[in-house]
């Protein structure tokens, strides 16, 4: 049996890679997808051969992550309940889509993931897998089919002379290019103020710089493409804005989120390009879309991020909304001036060649003025259906009659 693994080279895939040697008897093929975790992938081919492996895929996936997966997140203003930037939620199909990718080329049996029965990858990837590759290769997952705790994983691990990350032994940690998650330990107290170890990316906006920062943004039909002026590629300009904006204490996420499998949990994130990049597109958008368009991508927009956040990346509903939020970025250029300060983000000022705002129509000394009986006429016919409901209904009233007695 040859098995194809997405190993990470934490704790739950390492014992997973364990795990199907001696329990499956089964070849393991591991692939590790680089979507900008970093520190992650230091040594993780090494720990794979370690393990047993009898073969390692390390993918560069991060340009297409930021292409293919992250913009279009920043053209829907994609924020999961308001919060959320989908860091996580966004890298799982694409990790899994290479995963198919080897599983294919291997010819392999089945692939496996670390996902838990608690959690929401298990949707992501064994929906998106199902989807590649069809009923005929087996999705395994040892860590739900096992009940693994992470005490019982370190045991196993410790036969085979590995050592885990104190990080992991204290939080479990989820880090890509659009976000870092963490989770476990005192943050499953939903009471309790997150302490200042779980961040890395984000400095305290208490130490942050006494000086403010100012950035400006500029986005072609609804991409970032320049940050102050200089064209920046995909890669560069969200890892400037994590360093930049995540320098003066700005990213930090902390919310009561509602999981695909029916739980509540309690998640702590950092996403300082994130943030940044929904901010700025979110206000560009305000001035150069209707207000009806606005409405639409509102709804558009939720509808985009319940989807990817439920797994359900390759949804046909999802292809039909992207055609719609494309359509709309099409006016979405021009720049957005931003001061980051202690924690806090303000858009400042923004322009844009589609812009819909004109200062020589809005002044209110010099501006233009509707004719008297045009605005009297204009607020007779608009109020039509309210003030013709109100009058009828009060003459409708029924007035109780005095009780006799």
Not at 79 to 91: I, R, S
Not at 291 to 307: F, H, I, Q, T, V
Request: proline share 5%; glycine share 8%.
């Amino acid at each position: 049996m040859k098995v194809v693994l997405a190993y990470s080279g934490g704790l739950d895939t390492s014992t997973i890679l364990v795990l199907l040697r001696e329990e499956y008897g089964a070849e393991v093929v591991t692939v590790t997808v680089d979507v900008g975790q970093e520190g992650e992938l230091e040594g993780v081919e090494e720990r794979a051969y370690e393990l047993g492996a009898s073969k390692h895929y390390m993918i560069d996936a991060k340009e297409e992550f930021v292409h293919d997966y992250i913009f279009p997140a920043v053209k829907a203003n994609a924020l999961y309940e308001g919060k959320y930037p989908l860091g996580t939620a966004l890298a799982r199909p694409l990790i899994a889509s290479k995963l198919a990718e080897v599983a294919l080329k291997e010819g392999a049996d089945a692939v496996a993931h670390g996902c838990t029965g608690k959690g929401n990858d298990q949707v992501r990837f064994d929906i998106t897998l199902r989807a590649l590759l069809g009923d005929e290769v087996e999705i395994i997952a040892p860590v739900r089919e096992y009940s693994l705790t992470r005490a019982k994983s370190i045991e196993i691990l410790a036969k085979h002379g590995y050592s885990v990350p104190s990080i992991h032994k204290k939080y479990s940690v989820d880090e890509n290019l659009w976000s870092r998650s963490i989770e476990g330990g005192v943050l499953d107290d939903p009471e309790a103020e997150p302490p200042e170890e779980v961040y890395q990316w984000t400095k305290s906006p208490l130490e942050a710089p006494d000086e403010p920062l100012y950035l400006e943004i500029g986005f072609e039909e609804g991409v970032p493409k320049t940050l102050d002026g200089v064209e920046m590629g995909p890669v560069e300009i969200v890892k400037t804005l994590n360093s930049l904006v995540g320098s003066h204490g700005y990213g930090r996420i902390d919310y009561i989120e509602s999981r695909v499998v029916g739980l509540k949990s309690r998640e702590v994130y950092e996403a300082p390009a994130a943030l940044t990049l929904v901010e700025a597109h979110k206000d560009l958008e305000r001035m150069v879309l209707t207000p009806g368009e606005l409405r639409l991508k509102w709804m558009l927009d939720a509808m985009w991020s319940d989807l990817v956040y439920q797994g359900l990346w390759i949804d046909p509903v999802k292809k039909h909304i992207d055609l719609a939020i494309d359509s709309m970025n099409k006016y979405v250029t021009g720049v957005v001036k931003l001061k980051i300060y202690k924690g806090g983000l303000m858009v400042v000022g923004r322009n844009s060649p589609y812009t819909l705002y004109s200062e020589e129509k809005i002044d209110y000394d010099t501006g233009w003025y509707p004719d008297p009986k045009e605005a009297e006429g204009f607020i007779k016919l608009f109020s039509q259906h309210q003030l013709t409901a109100i009058k009828t209904r009060k003459e409708k009233e029924t007035i109780p009659t005095e009780d006799p007695l």
